[in-house]
């Protein structure tokens, strides 16, 4: 609480009392706490792979390396570490957009059938890396409203969260189906599952269940943050269900007519 006061005089200059204001300054210290831990998670998130990238080029320097096999071990490793910082920026740089762009959604008739055939392309390859069997289940002739791009996005970061999350020979399966109102996504894994306590913070930026896993599997602990920004400003709600071992399902709500 932030007070401030002043001192009340009557004409004859006596001190009768005092006014005090209370300001309930917590929202605005919260949202300050939140902007702090955000520069401190992302000062961190950049600085491990830079860490580690710097560390491998200065030994193979150094070090007379004869040993091929290790010198490309160390040059995969400096590789993988680029490839996240790459990502981690195009993460950050596309929340930011979304964020100050609230107001400039390109709004267009979306026709669900060719515009998800783009984006299915690139996650039939990724599943059928790991041996997943990918299922989509999509009514037909489906039409609405909305950032066709920012959407896609939206998708494609829930596939690859499945499929990341899933081990070889799983399943993952794509709905979409609509009601008088909604158009609704669902994708469903047969994956690791997400702890009941974890499931209202998964939404957090850099909040991830298992540091090291995400890490492994190039997360940026941003993608879940953008797709919940980018239903939000199509006024949708997003929604998780799971079981920890079984799998999860993530259900996207979006209204057909802004
Ligand atoms: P990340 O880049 O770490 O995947 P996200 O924001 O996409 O970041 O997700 C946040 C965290 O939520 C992940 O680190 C993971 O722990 C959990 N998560 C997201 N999707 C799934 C899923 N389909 N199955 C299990 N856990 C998931």
Known sequence: ??????????????????????????????????????????????????????????????????????????????????TRLQSLIHDLLELSKIEKEEMKLSLKLIEVDSWMQSSLTLIEQQAQKK????????????????????????????????INYTGEGGRVILRVAETQSDVVIEVEDTGVGIPEDARSRIFERFYRVDRARSRNTGGTGL????????????????????????????????????
């Open 131 to 162: 041996s997943l069997l990918f299922t989509k289940e999509v009514e037909r002739g489906i039409t609405f409203y909305g950032d066709p791009d920012r959407l896609q996005q939206v998708i494609l970061n829930l596939m690859y969260n499945a």
């Open 1 to 82: 609480v932030e007070v401030t006061g002043a001192p009340v005089i009557n004409d004859v200059k006596d001190l009768k009392g005092a006014v005090l204001v209370f300001h309930d300054i917590s929202d605005l210290k919260r949202v300050e706490e939140m902007r702090k831990d955000f520069v401190a998670n992302v000062s961190h998130e950049l600085k491990t792979p830079i860490t580690s990238i710097r560390g491998f080029a200065e030994t193979l320097l150094e070090d007379d390396m004869a040993d091929e096999e290790i010198r490309k071990q160390f040059l995969n490793i400096i590789l993988k570490e680029s």
């Open 223 to 258: 993608g879940l943050a953008i797709v919940k920004h980018i239903v939000e400003v199509h006024q949708g709600t997003i929604a998780v269900t799971s079981e920890v071992g079984k799998g999860s399902c993530f259900t996207v709500k979006l209204p057909k007519k802004l």
